[in-house]
């Protein structure tokens, strides 16, 4: 069946960085959009980042711009999340999902403090 398995969160101090992993199977990965999302204690889940499904085309939220980097490898059918200079208003559960379908990985929670 189709599955999405997140990794890589965690605690790390405001400015330093993590990666995010999401390892796909069950459907032909490099055919479909990826996106990751985000959603923090009382907020509504958010678009940080989608990639197309040769890696040629990549959207970012505003708020990460300059400091996210959305990537795939579509030979190990996985995407991954580069989180650079992380702020307090980052930290949240992050998942990630097909583009265009409703299938959800887990999430996995990042913790920036100090």
């Known amino acids: 069946q189709v599955q999405l398995v997140e990794s890589g969160g965690g605690l790390v101090q405001p400015g330093g960085a993590l990666r995010l992993s999401c390892a796909a199977s069950?459907?032909?990965?490099?055919?479909?959009?990826m996106s990751w999302y985000r959603q923090a204690p009382g907020k509504e889940r958010e678009l940080v980042a989608a990639?197309?499904?040769?890696?040629?085309?990549?959207n970012y939220a505003d708020s990460v711009k300059g400091r996210f980097t959305i990537s795939r490898d579509n030979a190990k059918s996985t995407m991954y999340l580069q989180m650079n200079s992380l702020k307090s208003e980052d930290a949240a559960v992050y998942y990630c999902?097909?583009?265009?379908?409703?299938?959800w990985g887990q999430g996995t929670q990042v913790s920036v403090s100090s």
């Open positions: 999902k097909i583009t265009t379908l409703s299938v």
């Open positions: 069950g459907f032909i990965f490099r055919l479909y959009s």
């Open positions: 990639i197309s499904g040769a890696g040629s085309t990549l």
